[in-house]
């Protein structure tokens, strides 16, 4: 299976502030990933596809790079309603597998 | 819209069999890959495996042994079982939509089982 790395566990932050977490692969997955963000009590919902592609509603604020193993999520100027705990997910090989998450709590 | 709402048994004793439906509404079950996954503190998000309308299936070897994934189409709904169960087994347990590459873009709310005597 594809291991996912993410960093940091945990991260601390204030409103308005510019985050950017880490997703490491433990091989290759081309462009082949994805970000979710997951709010307590509720399931994960798709924030971006393919590295980079924010989905349908998702605020301009959330941004994504990367490919081959090293994956980036960026939020520009961290609002309320962003603090959860967020996911990558591969899409390039069965079974699909998630990253442990990272948590941005407030700081 | 498209809805997912998980329905099924909340306490599984050990070594019976986890038995849960999950009904679709706001797409057609005949389009996209309908899949399961399963959430706990320990092993974080986990994906079990997934369906396509034909009847084909994909499981997770990890847990391939013991998992049934099976479709209804005439209900727009489609079900999981897993087998032998244990206190390992205990998750919130999640049926989502698969758009074909693996993207999870529609989730049920998630069902809560627990495995105990």
């Known amino acids: 299976d594809i291991q996912l790395t993410q960093s940091p566990s945990f991260l601390s932050a204030s409103v308005g502030d510019r985050v950017t977490f880490t997703c490491r692969a433990s091989q290759g997955i081309r462009r082949f990933l994805a970000w979710y963000q997951q709010k307590p009590g509720k399931a994960p919902r798709l924030l971006i596809s393919s590295a980079s592609n924010l989905q349908s509603g998702v605020p301009s604020r959330f941004s994504g790079s990367g490919s081959g193993t090293e994956f980036t999520l960026t939020i520009t100027s961290l609002q309320p309603e962003d603090f959860a705990t967020y996911y990558c997910q591969q899409l390039n090989t069965f079974p699909w597998t998630f990253g442990q998450g990272t948590k941005v709590e407030i700081k | 819209q498209v809805q997912l709402q998980e329905s099924g048994p909340g306490l599984v004793k050990p070594s019976e069999t986890l038995s849960l439906t999950c009904n679709v509404s706001?797409?057609?079950?005949?389009?996209?890959?309908w899949s399961w996954i399963r959430q706990t503190p320990g092993k974080g998000l986990e994906w079990i495996g997934h369906?396509?309308?034909?009847?084909?299936?994909n499981y997770n070897p990890s847990l391939r042994s013991r998992v049934t994934i099976s479709l209804d189409s005439s209900q727009n709904q489609f079900s999981l079982k897993l087998n032998a169960v244990t206190a390992a087994d205990t998750a919130i347990y999640y049926c989502a939509r698969d758009d074909t590459t693996g993207l999870f873009d529609y989730w049920g709310q998630g069902t809560l089982v627990t495995v105990s005597s």
């Open positions: 706001g797409s057609s079950i005949r389009t996209y890959y």
């Open positions: 369906i396509y309308y034909t009847g084909r299936t």
